[in-house]
């Protein structure tokens, strides 16, 4: 049985690596200027754990087609070396490759986070709230009113809970159901959680980030290409948890210049 | 060999009558099979929870006949409400995690093996053991409540985080009692695990026969050790963590929730709370909670590959010491599921690093059981099956968790079925085959029978062929970015793939119902096994110098004296190619 | 009592090398080992809180609470009880079987000590008195939460220290009038460690809140 086991584990690695090696799993496209540190990140990874992943299936199956069924009495040997090349090997090698890729890996979350926004990114406030995302431009004053939470009405449409009436710069703010930006225009993307803890997360962009209660958290990214992307929520926020999406829109500085002409009518 | 000393007293008088003997009783054997029993019912509701979830996931409105009797809200006329879907998620992971890894590895083989396992006659307090099985007993009442109090359990995952956990029942159905009968429930558990890690420390530091030097004490025995360690430092942290909860839910405290919250149209009447104190008190429990998960099965793993091997490991001292380092990093890294939390991103860095440092004891332990396998006679039984397969497992979950650790990466793999597939492959599968293997080779120490072996293989091959199928293609899935606790997928992005998760749920149900083979096999064994004699293994360590089941003080009023320890196999013994730990004969001087 | 030599133990065959010669095991070490562990859990558990109140107070709602007098009243209380329990010590004799009895003054010192502590939890107790009476409740602020709360579970763990300590006067004041001398130790451990912490409470307290 030990070289029946030995067969089944070399067709579970194989079986394993085939679908990553064949691509079966691609990733979607990138559209974000910092997604391809994280995507060569991520296929360097693979690479260094499907290797370790493969050859230690493999080095078991060797291991259990030579050392079981043996004949009683056979003689037992110890790997060469014994347990300190092991450790070596552990500590230099493994070490040495796994700290590697963490301060190589460093480069791409520096980008999202060490950077501030540039001073003329486009400013859009993003609320999560169950079980929906909406966002807030501010309009030609360029200022966003303030967010009354007592005043926030579904019914009413009035997600933010603005004022209007007393508060003058909410009276220009756009509201909408949909991220729309221009292309290639850094976004600064502030978020608001309304209720419970929720997430932005677009798989285009390579980005994913928790909105916190009380905290004023933001983001900054450019897309780069035109197109309609999913914005899903990520951090398991109740019942209509997978139902809580919308989408990013990314158009051409001239079509969104357009359609911010026609909300604020 | 051994002697009575008038030094060692009684820890209790031998019991008498059904209720001590069986229900409250002192004997740490009787409650690690009540730990066992428990972990057992846990893992088969658990289990039958993941059949629910996966049956749903792909074929969201079918009518599962019986499920309306488990909730008529949670699923009228048998079709399961996303909610329900949500609830069910929450109560498979925490029974799981704390009611099956938590008790099984640990507290089922530990309370009834360390004892013996150092020479002693019980634990160093029978009646702190004894409160805390039945305080797990309680603890696990109040969670299995939840399923039948009218609103329903719970929808906030095992994580429960703030402020959804918090707020109280404007947060959704499940929310109300639902989510105080887990805090309450989990509470309950940390005071439980408490003591049974007070009990596991000073026995292993006090209670060792004579000549049971701690580097003598068999690996296991040295896993359960440094679990218990490690529990207590975690589970400390933990009931304070649901106490602030428990208080914010019904005290009008805000320890976890902001001001300015809307929820349900309400606004919420707490203030200055901070919803990452909770992550960060949860997750400084929640990361050793998973070494705590895993370290039993490691040590009990390295116990029955020595035997089945008939030579020790290359390094016995490596694998101690790689133990307790994976057992101190593991206090290091908690943030590490906190990446895109909000937390300042700094730290996020500061716990990359010693994240990634981890794998090198864990390489260190996988490459000295494979180096150790080199030049063995390998014995295939159930029980090295399974040990053997906790290694391929082993690997298969661990590498995934080198692309976790890496924060640039987890931007992209947070939430999604990829941390689902790594959880799932090193604690659903790894650590419960260290206990299957624990199950085939204990049973017969434990119940004088042993078990099956064509069904134990059998066993073996259906859950490792069918847990390789179900949870390999849940990396694949999170490379696409198919998001975590969703209850169906309504994603464009995920349509192309949802004949993947068909193929997972057929290799769930195919392969839960292989268990059905293991049960089959505890239960007909217990009554009709072939009866087992005293060491049917030819195995060295203490529990096998004693009869089949063990007498109520373990080794009779004796004491025994320990002259080597456990890895005398490949040697020239007087009853074979092993000596045990203790019998007075020399053996040649080997350096281990 | 535990040795701490080699036993002299004639064995048929096989040395047991010196490195092995230690104390048998012994089940009074294993509680003294058992009360630390607890010490530690306990000590863990507040350490939880104490970083709790550090990331709480961070938030713009933190204001600053009087800690009522009395609280000043009962940690000399409870610190003097700690000091008869001491005395206590010196009037217990050592019998036969690893136990203690007392003799002369040893008893009295114990209920004091008891007396001691039971005055504490009352004190504990019209200290919050004292805050209610001034409108201030769990949920009123952060810091009151925090204070009923660190106050609450120290009461809480006391208690199971007085519960302790009826029992040992209990069983010295019965017929037979000895107890296990590692009780006794583990006792005093366990009861200077809740002064020890309520120390550090007050301290956090005072500074903190």
Request: include cysteine; aromatic fraction near 14%.
């Amino acid at each position: 049985m030990g070289k029946f086991f030995a067969v089944v584990l070399v067709i579970i690695a194989v079986a394993s690596a085939y679908p990553i090696v064949m691509h079966q799993f691609p990733l979607p496209q990138d559209i974000s200027t910092h997604g391809h540190l994280i995507d060569d990140q991520l296929n360097e990874t693979m690479v260094e754990a499907g290797i370790s992943f493969v050859g230690a299936q493999l080095v078991l199956a060797f291991f259990l087609w030579s050392f079981t069924g043996r004949k009683p009495g056979s003689a037992l040997k110890n790997f060469p070396g014994g347990a300190r090349v092991l450790v070596i090997f552990a500590f230099v090698i493994v070490g040495l490759e796994v700290l590697a890729l963490g301060v190589m890996g460093q480069k791409a979350w520096a980008n999202v986070y060490f950077s501030a926004p540039s001073a003329d990114a486009l400013q859009v406030q993003v609320q999560a709230e169950q079980f929906a995302f909406y966002f807030r431009y501010p309009g030609p004053d360029g200022k966003f009113g303030q967010i009354h939470p007592e005043k926030i009405d579904e019914g009413s449409q009035n997600y933010f809970g603005l004022d209007p009436e007393n508060d003058v710069p909410a009276r220009d703010d756009i509201v909408s159901g949909e991220l729309v930006v221009p292309v290639n225009r850094e976004v600064h993307l502030m978020m608001h959680g309304k209720d419970v803890g929720h997430s932005f997360y677009v798989r285009e962009l390579r980005l994913q980030q928790d909105f916190v209660p009380g905290l004023d958290l933001s983001l900054h990214f450019t897309a780069t290409k035109i197109g309609k992307y999913e914005i899903v929520c990520t951090q398991l926020c109740g019942l209509g948890h997978y139902n809580m999406k919308a989408y990013l829109n990314v158009m051409s500085q001239g079509d969104y210049d357009n359609w911010l002409k026609q909300q604020s009518q | 060999m051994s002697e009575t000393s008038a030094q060692q007293a009684h820890v209790h008088a031998p019991p008498e009558g059904f209720i001590r003997k069986h229900v409250f009783s002192l004997d740490h054997k009787v409650i690690g099979k009540q730990y066992y029993a428990l972990a057992l019912v846990s893992v088969v509701t658990g289990m039958f929870l993941s059949w629910l979830m996966r049956i749903h996931l792909v074929w969201p409105n079918a009518k599962i006949p019986g499920l309306e009797l488990l909730s008529k809200v949670g699923a009228p006329g048998g079709v399961m409400t996303p909610e329900y879907y949500l609830s069910l998620l929450t109560m498979h992971g925490t029974l799981m995690v704390f009611f099956v890894l938590t008790n099984a590895p640990f507290a089922a083989f530990g309370n009834y093996f360390l004892p013996i396992q150092i020479g002693a006659e019980d634990m160093a307090f029978p009646r702190f053991n004894m409160m805390s099985f039945w305080t797990t007993f309680a603890a696990w009442v109040v969670l299995m409540l939840a399923f039948v109090i009218p609103d329903g359990p719970p929808i906030a995952g095992w994580t429960e985080y703030a402020p959804l956990s918090a707020i109280g029942k404007d947060a959704g159905p499940g929310m109300a009692w639902g989510a105080s009968l887990w805090g309450i429930s989990i509470a309950i558990f940390c005071i439980a695990s408490l003591l049974g890690s007070l009990n596991f420390i000073a026995t292993t530091l006090d209670l060792r026969a004579k000549g049971m030097t701690l580097m003598r004490m068999p690996l296991c025995t040295w896993a359960w050790f440094i679990t218990s360690c490690i529990s207590l430092l975690a589970f400390a942290v933990l009931l304070p963590a649901c106490i602030l909860l428990i208080l914010d839910r019904h005290a009008g405290t805000s320890f976890y929730i902001p001001a300015g919250l809307v929820a349900s149209d309400r606004l919420q009447p707490h203030s200055g709370g901070s919803p990452l104190l909770w992550q960060h008190l949860f997750w400084f429990f929640g990361h050793p909670e998973v070494y705590i998960a895993i370290l039993p099965s490691m040590g009990i793993v390295s116990h029955i590959l020595i035997n089945s091997m008939r030579k020790p490991l290359l390094s016995a001292k490596v694998v101690i010491y790689s133990m307790m380092s994976i057992g101190f990093l593991s206090y290091m890294v908690w943030g590490h599921h906190m990446f895109v939390s909000g937390m300042n991103p700094m730290s996020a860095l500061a716990f990359s690093f010693p994240t990634l440092t981890i794998t090198i004891p864990a390489t260190i332990l996988t490459l000295i059981w494979l180096g150790s396998l080199y030049g063995a006679n390998i014995q295939i039984n159930s029980a090295s099956l399974f040990a053997l397969g906790f290694i391929s497992m082993f690997v298969a979950g661990g590498v995934s968790g080198f692309f976790l650790a890496q924060p640039s990466i987890d931007i992209y793999l947070h939430a999604t079925y990829f941390v689902v597939g790594h959880f799932h492959m090193v604690m659903g599968v790894a650590s419960l085959f260290g206990v299957f293997a624990g199950t085939y080779f204990w049973f017969p120490k434990m119940t004088g029978r042993m078990m099956n072996e064509g069904l134990g293989k059998l066993h073996f091959w259906i859950t490792f062929i069918g847990t390789y199928c179900i949870f390999m293609p849940f990396h694949y899935l999170g490379l696409i970015g198919n998001v975590r606790r969703y209850q169906s997928f309504v994603d464009d992005y995920m349509t192309p793939y949802l004949g993947v998760h068909k193929f997972m749920t057929i290799a769930a149900l195919i392969t839960g119902a292989g268990q059905l083979i293991f049960l089959f096999n505890l239960i007909y064994s217990r009554f009709k096994g072939q009866p087992a004699p005293e060491n049917p293994w030819n195995a060295t360590s203490l529990e096998w110098s004693i009869p089949s089941p063990p007498p109520w003080n373990n080794f009779g009023g004796k004491h025994p004296i320990v002259y080597h320890d456990p890895f005398q196999y490949g040697v020239k013994g007087s009853k074979g190619d092993f000596v045990m730990q203790d019998s007075p004969e020399q053996v040649p001087a080997s350096g281990n | 009592m535990a040795s701490t030599t080699a036993p002299a133990v004639a064995t048929q065959a096989g040395t047991i090398s010196p490195s092995v010669a230690r104390p048998i095991a012994s089940a009074a070490r294993a509680s003294r080992s058992g009360i630390w562990v607890g010490i530690f859990a306990i000590t863990m558990s507040f350490m939880a809180f104490t970083s709790a109140l550090i990331v709480r107070q961070a938030s713009t709602d933190w204001t600053h609470l009087v800690l009522p007098s009395i609280l000043y009243a009962n940690t000399l209380a409870l610190l003097a009880s700690s000091v008869t329990f001491e005395l206590s010590r010196r009037h217990m004799e050592l019998v036969p079987g690893g136990r203690l009895q007392s003799e002369g003054a040893g008893v009295t010192w114990l209920m004091a000590t008891l007396a001691l502590g039971i005055a504490f939890c009352i004190g504990q107790y019209i200290a919050w008195q004292d805050l209610r009476e001034q409108g201030i409740y769990l949920a009123t602020n952060p810091n009151s939460s925090f204070f009923y709360l660190l106050t609450f579970l120290h009461v809480l763990h006391v208690t199971a220290g007085i519960g302790a300590f009826s029992y040992l006067v209990g069983r010295l004041v019965l017929k037979n009038g000895s107890l296990r001398r590692s009780f006794f130790e583990n006792t005093a451990i366990y009861w200077h460690f809740m002064g020890v912490l309520w120390v550090y409470l007050l301290l956090l307290c005072r500074t903190k809140l």
